[in-house]
């Protein structure tokens, strides 16, 4: 399945994520198994409040918080690892988006 990922904010003004906010992960099609927080990798911060927002039989969207430590610039990288989901029996490669980090 494909998966796309989108940050809700709060950004600056060069699109660093500077604060918590919250994420959106879109698949391409209904999942095999719904999507746990265990299967989401992040490089730096936590994730947390995992829901699954789309109707049932539409593709899977899913929303969860991001909290980034105080104090950090650099880049946080979010990981589905390869085999964490699948969609009619296929599983996913693995997918990794990478985000600027400036908070204060």
Avoid: C, H, M
């Avoid at 809700?8 to 959106?24: D, Q, Y």
């Avoid at 099609?29 to 699954?52: E, F, I, M, Y």
């Amino acid at each position: 399945p494909l998966a796309t990922l989108s940050f809700g904010g709060p950004v600056t003004a060069l699109g660093f994520i500077s604060g918590a906010g919250s994420f959106t992960l879109t698949f391409s099609g209904v999942l095999d198994a719904p999507l746990t927080l265990a299967k989401l990798r992040v490089s730096v911060g936590t994730l947390s409040n995992l829901q699954r927002t789309s109707a049932a039989g539409a593709p899977d969207v899913y929303t969860f918080s991001y909290e980034p430590p105080a104090a950090t610039a650099g880049a946080v990288v979010l990981e589905l690892p390869a085999g964490s989901v699948t969609r009619g029996g296929i599983p996913n490669d693995t997918d990794y988006w990478t985000y600027g980090l400036a908070t204060r």
